[in-house]
């Protein structure tokens, strides 16, 4: 079951990138802020999760009377409720610096109860990770995000390319990937000839490991961006043409993180416009739901 949830290859490919940035990137990054972000986020994500979950099922038993039958944890909502909070987590720990560890238990804390408390529907109005850098960058003066971390060494780009085609080939959100970056890169080659600069300038300036993980891991959250594939280009061009504008006008340095929270709206809107099913990791129920009531909720 867990091999075929894509939410395992990314956690795994995170894990990875964060071992690499560690190994080869001088990076202010302290273990320590690691762990504090993963605790919290998997403490918070569990008390949430289950709150969420026992309200469920207790409207369950209201509604249907069902208190006299055997209630069963599904094996499948601990392992979205894990997953979902060590992505947050990771995330945060890859994106996020901070002086102080305050800075990240906040920065956590408002990730995982983003997802609960800021939804539509089912639906997160804002990509997790992304909300808890936002708020502390707008709340603390010791957060900051630093986009050039990864360099712009061009192994890096085959290695998130790779990694990333495959969590994306499993989720079904690669328009959105080609749409922003297709958008991007015409932009900034466009600019590039106006400007009359040679092309290693532009190249440069999109050999960027943090740009390719924002277009492959984030940008992609299927929670949150909008369900039809033409809102999801609509979207990402969106975003991109505002990025575009954040850092060649404004001069913003994390121009994508803005342009993503800004914009996370707009996913709700276009989803009125061009309805369509709504992405669920869990594509067939588990047999165990089918024995007896079981307190299952989408939490992710």
């Known amino acids: 079951m867990l091999l075929k949830d894509a939410r395992t290859y990314q956690i795994l490919f995170l894990s990875l990138f964060l071992l690499i940035g560690i190994g080869t990137r001088d990076w202010t ?80 804390v408002a990730a995982i109860l983003s997802k609960f408390l800021l939804r539509v529907g089912e639906k997160h109005v804002f990509n997790p990770a992304n909300f808890g850098i936002v708020t502390v960058l707008l709340l603390t003066s010791d957060a900051w995000v630093s986009p050039g971390q990864w360099g712009e060494e061009s192994w890096y780009a085959v290695l998130f390319l790779g990694t990333g085609g495959l969590v994306l080939r499993r989720v079904g959100r690669w328009d959105t990937t080609i749409a922003f970056l297709a958008t991007y890169v015409g932009l900034e080659a466009a600019r590039n000839a106006w400007l009359g600069w040679t092309w290693d300038v532009w190249s440069h300036r999109l050999m960027s490991g943090s740009l390719l993980m924002f277009a492959l891991f984030m940008v992609t959250d299927p929670r949150t961006i909008p369900n039809a594939r033409i809102g999801r280009v609509i979207w990402a061009v969106t975003i991109a043409v505002l990025t575009f504008i954040l850092r060649n006008q404004f001069f913003v340095s994390t121009a994508v993180f803005w342009s993503l929270f800004a914009l996370a709206p707009l996913s709700i809107a276009l989803d009125a416009i061009f309805p369509d099913s709504r992405f669920s990791w869990q594509k067939e129920p588990s047999p165990l739901t089918q024995a007896a009531p079981t307190i299952h909720t989408s939490l992710t």
């Open 29 to 108: 990054l302290k273990p320590g802020m690691i762990l504090v972000a993963i605790v919290t986020c998997l403490t918070l994500q569990g008390v949430m999760s289950t709150i969420v979950s026992l309200t469920t099922h207790s409207k369950i038993n209201t509604e249907f009377t069902l208190l006299s039958k055997p209630v069963l944890i599904n094996p499948l909502s601990v392992f979205q409720s894990v997953a979902s909070g060590l992505i947050t987590a990771l995330g945060l720990s890859l994106l996020l610096r901070a002086d102080h560890y305050s800075t990240i238990v906040l920065a956590s």
